[in-house]
Nanobody
Framework: QVQVVESGGALVQPGGSLRLSCSIS????????MMWYRQAPGKQRERVAT???????EYADSVKGRFTISRDNAKSMVYLQMNSLEPDDTAAYYC???????WGQGTQVTVSS
C-alpha cells in the first residue's frame, strides 16, 4: 500500500521561497517517476513538476525557472524547491506516482502579503 506524506507548506510573502518535502513508502522508490501536483480552491488539480528515474525533470510553464524538483532515492524522498513565489502559487500541494488512486493530505502553500 502506497503511503504519501507531504510537508513544508506555509504562509509566505510574494517573492519568498519554500521547500516542500514528500515521504513515500510502499513502493520501490527508485523505480518510480515522481510528480508534484497542486490544487487551488475551485480549480482542478494540476501537475507542476516531474522527476524521472534517471533524474531528468519537467515543469509546467507556470513554474518553469522558479521551481526545482529533486529526489533522494536512499531516503525515498522527493522535494520541491519553490522560489519567487507568487499569489497564483497558492494551493494545496501533493506528491505522487503516475496513475495513483490514493492521495496524501497535501501541504498548504499560501502566498500573500
Amino acid at each position: 500500500q502506497v503511503q504519501v506524506v507531504e510537508s513544508g507548506g506555509a504562509l509566505v510573502q510574494p517573492g519568498g521561497s519554500l521547500r516542500l518535502s514528500c515521504s513515500i513508502s510502499g513502493i520501490t522508490f527508485r523505480l518510480y517517476i515522481m510528480m508534484w501536483y497542486r490544487q487551488a480552491p475551485g480549480k482542478q488539480r494540476e501537475r507542476v513538476a516531474t522527476i524521472f528515474t534517471a533524474g531528468n525533470t519537467e515543469y509546467a510553464d507556470s513554474v518553469k525557472g522558479r521551481f526545482t524538483i529533486s529526489r533522494d532515492n536512499a531516503k525515498s524522498m522527493v522535494y520541491l524547491q519553490m522560489n519567487s513565489l507568487e499569489p497564483d502559487d497558492t494551493a494545496a500541494y501533493y506528491c505522487n506516482i503516475p496513475g495513483a488512486t490514493s492521495w496524501g493530505q497535501g501541504t498548504q502553500v499560501t502566498v500573500s502579503s
